[in-house]
């Protein structure tokens, strides 16, 4: 395995600085996980307690979308079980996509509109191992977001699951999102994102048109809560595998066209 060399681990340490430094990068970076993962979670927790299921709208169809092995399942805890396993994977995988680009926005974007580029690029470091260098930061600043999110959506959700007697969420589907699906679209997120960069001007142009990367994923959670079709484990880990091999080329892609002249532009 290679390792990462001081120089690749002093670029690494110098975007982490510089992403946290930056006021629009480090609130997207804490407040998006909180909104997604635990704001929204508590608000629902709270209202299946406390609102009557009478008062509840589409609870008919709600109750229609539970697998067969837990119809038994009060409304509470069937409303519960529904968002905790269609709409709640939606806002965790927004997650890894939204803080890998704005951290490569800021890394990449964000170097041309300070003008260090020029300066990274005259140093004894390769652009290959820049470009390894950034992406490798800006991966690791999303998986460390994501990890923490994650520990702490299970927190609630857990909570949830004790209040309204019910077994733990945590099931294939879970898995394969947490360990599959989140680590692919991080580094599709990145890679993207370093081909934005080379037409963006300003960060926020960068970040404006990195919005579009989270309308598949929108569609594709939304479809399965209106009852188009179900997300289950096999074919949430073939979409995680089409995206691994999408972020495999286009790895190699981003990897050969990285040229400071094309950044600069």
């Given at each position: 395995m290679k390792t990462v060399s001081l120089a690749e681990q002093a670029v690494i340490r110098k975007d982490f600085h510089e992403v946290w430094d930056s006021n629009m990068a480090r609130s997207t970076l804490l407040v998006v996980p909180l909104l997604m993962v635990v704001i929204i979670p508590i608000v629902f927790l709270v209202i299946t307690c406390n609102v009557p299921p009478s008062q509840v709208n589409g609870v008919d169809q709600i109750m229609k979308m539970l697998p067969q092995e837990v119809r038994h399942f009060s409304i509470q805890q069937g409303t519960f079980y529904v968002m905790t396993n269609t709409l709640f994977p939606m806002f965790f995988l927004m997650i890894p996509l939204m803080t890998s680009t704005v951290a490569a926005a800021s890394s990449f974007v964000g170097e041309k509109e300070r003008g260090t580029l020029e300066t990274l690029a005259?140093?004894?470091?390769?652009?290959?191992?820049?470009?390894?260098?950034?992406?490798?930061?800006?991966?690791?600043?999303?998986?460390?977001?994501?990890?923490?999110?994650?520990?702490?959506?299970?927190?609630?959700?857990?909570?949830?699951?004790?209040?309204?007697?019910?077994?733990?969420?945590?099931?294939?589907?879970?898995?394969?999102?947490?360990?599959?699906?989140?680590?692919?679209?991080?580094?599709?997120?990145?890679?993207?994102?370093?081909?934005?960069?080379?037409?963006?001007?300003?960060?926020?142009?960068?970040?404006?048109?990195?919005?579009?990367?989270?309308?598949?994923?929108?569609?594709?959670?939304?479809?399965?809560?209106?009852?188009?079709?179900?997300?289950?484990?096999?074919?949430?880990?073939?979409?995680?595998?089409?995206?691994?091999?999408?972020?495999?080329?286009?790895?190699?892609?981003?990897?050969?066209?990285?040229?400071?002249?094309?950044?600069?532009?």
């Open positions: 005259l140093t004894p470091m390769t652009l290959q191992k820049i470009f390894h260098a950034k992406v490798l930061g800006c991966v690791m600043l999303s998986a460390i977001v994501t990890a923490i999110s994650f520990v702490s959506f299970a927190i609630v959700i857990s909570v949830g699951d004790i209040v309204l007697g019910m077994p733990f969420f945590l099931n294939w589907s879970w898995l394969v999102c947490v360990f599959l699906f989140a680590p692919a679209v991080t580094v599709f997120g990145v890679v993207f994102m370093v081909l934005v960069s080379a037409k963006s001007k300003s960060y926020i142009e960068a970040i404006q048109t990195s919005g579009y990367i989270i309308v598949p994923l929108i569609l594709l959670f939304i479809g399965q809560f209106a009852g188009v079709f179900s997300l289950n484990a096999p074919i949430l880990l073939m979409i995680s595998v089409g995206i691994i091999v999408v972020d495999v080329i286009l790895w190699f892609v981003t990897a050969r066209s990285f040229q400071t002249e094309k950044l600069l532009r």
